[in-house]
């Protein structure tokens, strides 16, 4: 290669580094320090390349990256799920390649520092509104961060993710030294400093106390063999009542009010379902209890053109009952192959607050949540989950409960369950993995929420940031085509 269009050693090192930090953010591996290396490692290396053909590598090192991190990611083998990694890793290319055309053109620092976290947060807002959701958005591996997750509540996940992101931008402007760096330099830090004090406050001024909870029993059922071909083994109508049964007694023995089974943990014939109806209301009036069990009613009579359909209802002592069905399907997954339900999620008025639920994908959709139960105290979220998703699954809801000021409770089959409150503190956690697939955990879990800003206006907040790559992108361009005509004026 021409030595004028060879890459310094520095480069080299930075897209190892950048490669080996982008594998342990988020996936199956969250670090989360990673997060804040990658986006600057991998600009760095970009912003170095001479030829189409370095920033191809730059382009292999991610598409390699997302194929490690979400390998096996629709449960479905290693090969379906590269497959489907490949295309999904072109949108985070796609941020790299607006900074390498645009940024290093624009003079000064601080707009050339914008255009990659700018359209960054466009893509992760424009996936986000497609049938994948925000799994793998990058604010998620900021979870357990309290401080910094704290300002979600403000400006939501993709505020956060712009906010790691230019963070890089920022670094790899003032290591190049660009005009008038320190700035932008310092604009970033002042506003990284002020995120995390604001968090700070935001956990001392609104704490979770611990005389206004709700016992809750998170309940995961026995497991059920898988076959090679994915499917799993369907039992009886009368064990499915047995387990029932047997599992609400243990979560009213271990004084539980509310009990929460997992996504399907119960499949039942069409013609069975009044069965297990009536058990679920004559438990909740004997015991006082609110239940919310998951279960798939396969389509046996015909009235549903052959699809299942994967719902829950939410049953109070005095007999009241209320369906939800899951509403968004995962790709490929379940889609097609299950009834779509119509997006109504439950929000009933309880002596313990107000209670919503829905079903494992369904939570992550960010703007489905703020619209259709941003007014619970408590939402629960029954969920069936696998290895490849499992820690990133529960993650995500975390932010749920910090955006919309309300606690989770999610107990996930083959997954990671947890009861979090509305500051995103996980009160309970346990893998299926670990604790078993016959399983009953507890957690004292906070009843009251808070109003946030986000859950009043947060469809304004993720259209600017939906619409600041598009924005960027325009304003450089346009200093772009001034800076030339004054050029040409000035000759």
Not at 32 to 44: C, K, N
Not at 122 to 137: F, H, I, K
């Amino acid at each position: 290669m021409d030595r004028q269009k060879s890459l310094n050693k520095a480069a080299w090192v930075m897209l190892g580094v950048g490669f080996a930090a982008y594998v342990f953010s988020s996936g199956r591996w969250n670090i989360g320090v990673t997060a804040w290396i990658w986006p600057f490692a991998f600009l760095y290396f970009s912003r170095q390349t001479k030829t189409t053909g370095q920033f191809l590598l730059l382009a292999a090192a991610i598409a390699a990256g997302h194929v490690i991190k979400w390998s096996d990611i629709l449960d479905s083998g290693y090969l379906p799920g590269a497959v489907f990694c490949l295309f999904w890793s072109v949108c985070w290319i796609l941020p790299f390649l607006a900074d390498k055309l645009l940024a290093q053109k624009l003079p000064g620092a601080f707009l050339s520092s914008l255009i990659f976290p700018a359209v960054f947060v466009s893509v992760e807002c424009l996936r986000a509104r497609t049938p994948l959701g925000s799994l793998g958005a990058t604010a998620y591996t900021q979870a357990g961060f309290l401080p910094l997750m704290q300002l979600t509540s403000l400006i939501g996940s993709f505020g956060l993710s712009f906010l790691i992101c230019w963070f890089g931008a920022v670094a790899v402007t003032a290591i190049q030294k660009r005009p008038r760096w320190k700035p932008a330099a310092g604009v970033c830090l002042a506003l990284l400093a002020a995120s995390i004090c604001f968090g700070c406050i935001r956990l001392a001024a609104f704490p979770v106390g611990s005389d206004n909870t709700v016992r809750v029993a998170s309940i995961v059922c026995p497991y059920y063999e898988k076959y090679e071909d994915g499917t799993y083994a369907e039992i009886p109508t009368e064990e499915s009542l047995r387990y029932f049964l047997s599992e609400a007694l243990r979560a009213a023995q271990g004084g539980a009010k509310i009990a929460c089974w997992n996504e399907e943990a119960f499949s039942v014939d069409d013609a069975d379902e009044p069965l297990l109806l009536d058990a679920a209301v004559t438990f909740a009036k004997e015991h006082d209890m609110i239940l919310i069990v998951g279960y798939e009613t396969p389509d046996t009579d015909g009235s549903e053109n052959g699809e299942a359909v994967n719902k829950s209802i939410l049953v109070l002592p005095d007999g009241s009952v209320t369906e939800y069905i899951k509403t968004n399907l995962i790709p490929l997954v379940e889609l097609p192959g299950y009834v779509k339900g119509s997006g109504a999620v439950p929000r009933v008025a309880t002596p313990q607050g107000v209670i919503s639920n829905v079903i494992c994908f369904d939570d992550t959709f960010i703007g489905f949540i703020r619209e259709k139960a941003n007014s619970a105290d408590v939402l629960f979220v029954p969920s069936w989950d696998w290895s490849a998703v499992k820690r990133a699954h529960t993650d995500l809801s975390a932010f749920r409960a910090v955006e919309n000021g309300f606690a989770v409770v999610k107990p996930s089959y083959g997954g990671v369950s947890a009861a979090i409150d509305r500051q995103g503190r996980v009160i309970a956690r346990f893998d299926t993995a670990d604790a078993g697939f016959d399983t009953v955990q507890f957690a004292e879990v906070p009843v009251q929420g808070i109003p946030t800003v986000y859950a009043k206006i947060g469809g304004a907040v993720d259209l600017v940031f939906l619409l600041s790559g598009f924005a960027a992108i325009a304003l450089g361009l346009a200093v772009l085509r001034r800076n030339k005509y004054k050029t040409e004026a000035a000759a």
